[in-house]
């Protein structure tokens, strides 16, 4: 009788554990499955209903005004424009109206401006606002290969907030011990990036000047060449993890998994991804680090540093910020003039990587079923992610 006990105890148990498991592990059904590599590779892309619902209500393109290019320039007119002093008035108010609208609908006007004398130059709110029209200029201008005729706007990244809901700061973490303790980097508490339990801070060491590059895979099959240690690797993966969560993807939206670091087998998307590394290092050093200066005291992080974006700032869920509609051609001020020498936001130093991306056909084999889920992207956007095509034969077993 006893052993029968015993057995059913266990039983118990192990039912528990099963539970636990699938409940921690596996996506409550139904998830969609999109096949975007080679049959049978697991190139597969898991969507869920009701993360894309969720995620198409924050995902709505506001109502643009339409354009006003009527009027005599606005530095003819008004008496401190520096930066758009060669946009007609109306479309110049047309501007005001809607960076309202994008960044201080609360507030109005009088968030920017002294409203007695809008030429004044006193609230630091305006003159990170000036800083951020040239840097939307920068990004729409010089980072094609990344936000390609779609651009940004302000809202891009706001979204009606005055501070974009998505942005870091360096974080040395919790009191750590030292000796031996040094170089913890909150490994194994969840609280890296998307709940991982990976370093909680990738982002000072990728997504700044003077980075680390992102390359920890070795390139020889012994380990005598691999210069790489754990930790390095622990950083490219907590960053991956950004990536994923940041544009709502799996791995494998950008990498073939059998061997991440390969070029060849990878999707186009990892190249704009490549570029986007870059802009967001453009970004934050030409643009954001800058302005640190400008902001008060309650808009720092606790080590001092401002706010700085990454993946998420555009993306915050969806692989492409709004799901790819066009935000800045209906605004051509929000890209620079061609005589504009005043730019930061520099073209990469690197060039892109070698391996070109595939641009064959999909293979033969995908199926019709490698069209996005119905929830992505809504009817009026043009772009659904293209299925990927690996440009050689996977080993055959
Ligand atoms: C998010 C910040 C922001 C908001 C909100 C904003 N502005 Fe501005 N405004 C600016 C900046 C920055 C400039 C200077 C542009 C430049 O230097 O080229 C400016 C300049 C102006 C000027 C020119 C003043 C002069 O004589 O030099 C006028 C007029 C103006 N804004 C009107 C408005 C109106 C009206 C609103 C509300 C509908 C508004 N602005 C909302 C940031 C803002
Ligand atoms: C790439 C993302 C991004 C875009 C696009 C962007 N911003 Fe920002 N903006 C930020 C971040 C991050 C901050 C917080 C850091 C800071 O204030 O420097 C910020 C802060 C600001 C602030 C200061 C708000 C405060 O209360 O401290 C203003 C004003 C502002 N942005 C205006 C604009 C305007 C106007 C545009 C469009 C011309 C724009 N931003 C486009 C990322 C962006
Ligand atoms: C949006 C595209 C994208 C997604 C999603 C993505 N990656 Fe990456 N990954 C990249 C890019 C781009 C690089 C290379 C960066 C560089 O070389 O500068 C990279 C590099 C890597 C590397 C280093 C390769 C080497 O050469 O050593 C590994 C490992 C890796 N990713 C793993 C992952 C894992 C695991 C995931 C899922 C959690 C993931 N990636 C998701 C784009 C992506
Ligand atoms: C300033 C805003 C912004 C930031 C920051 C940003 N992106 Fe993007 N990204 C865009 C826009 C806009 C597009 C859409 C371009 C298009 O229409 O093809 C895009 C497209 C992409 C695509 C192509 C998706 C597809 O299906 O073709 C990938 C991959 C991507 N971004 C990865 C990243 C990664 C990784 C980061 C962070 C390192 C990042 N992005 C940061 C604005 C941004």
């Known amino acids: 009788m006893k052993s029968m006990d015993t057995i059913k105890a266990l039983g118990a148990v192990a039912a528990l554990a099963v539970g636990a498991v699938a409940f921690f592990t596996l996506e409550r059904p139904p998830v969609n499955v999109v096949q975007r590599g080679y049959r049978g590779t697991g190139l597969d892309e898991i969507y869920n209903p009701r993360h894309l619902a969720a995620q198409a209500d924050l995902n709505k393109v506001p109502a643009m005004l339409p354009q006003l290019q009527v009027g005599p320039l606005a530095k003819t007119v008004y008496k401190n424009v520096q930066v758009l002093g060669d946009v007609h008035v109306g479309e110049f108010t047309r501007l005001m109206a809607s960076m309202t609208t994008w960044v201080a609908p609360k507030q109005g006007c009088g968030y920017c401006h002294n409203v007695n004398n809008m030429a004044d130059d006193s609230k630091y709110t305006k003159k990170v606002a000036r800083k951020m029209i ?3 200029r920068a990004i729409n201008s010089n980072w094609t290969d990344h936000v390609k005729k ?3 706007t302000c809202y891009t990244c706001h979204r009606g907030n005055n501070v974009p809901q998505y942005i870091w700061f360096k974080n040395d973490g919790p009191p750590e011990a030292g000796g031996f303790a040094e170089t913890y980097t909150g490994k ?9 339990s990976l370093p909680y801070d990738p982002y000072s060491i990728f997504l700044k000047e003077d980075p680390q590059t992102i390359r920890v895979q070795a390139t020889t099959a012994l380990p005598g060449g691999d210069r790489h240690s754990i930790k390095q690797a622990e950083w490219t993966y907590a960053l ?4 994923s969560s940041a544009l709502g993807v799996n791995c494998t939206y950008c990498h073939n998994s059998r061997a991440f670091g390969d070029w060849s087998e990878s999707t186009p998307q990892r190249v704009t991804a490549w570029y986007g590394v870059k802009m967001v290092r453009a970004v934050n050093t030409g643009y954001l680090e800058p302005v640190q200066s400008l902001l008060p005291s309650y808009r720092l992080g606790p080590s001092g540093d401002g706010p700085k974006v990454f993946c998420k700032t555009c993306h915050q869920g969806a692989y492409k910020p709004l799901y790819g509609a066009a935000m800045a051609p209906n605004f051509p001020e929000l890209y620079q003039p061609a005589a504009d020498t005043t730019d930061t ?3 990469p130093a690197a060039a892109p990587p070698t391996a070109a991306p595939p ?12 069209a996005p889920p119905a929830a992505t992207p809504p009817a009026e956007t043009p772009t659904a992610p293209a299925p990927a095509a690996p440009t050689r034969q996977p080993p055959q077993p």
Do not use: Y
Request: charged share 0%; net charge neutral.
């Open 134 to 136: 040239l840097m939307v």
């Open 150 to 152: 779609v651009g940004v």
């Open 188 to 196: 194994n508490l969840m609280i890296g990036p998307n709940h991982s």
């Open 240 to 243: 991956m993890i950004h990536f």
């Open 345 to 347: 936001g520099a073209m």
């Open 359 to 370: 641009t064959a056909a999909p293979p033969a084999a995908a199926p019709a079923a490698a």
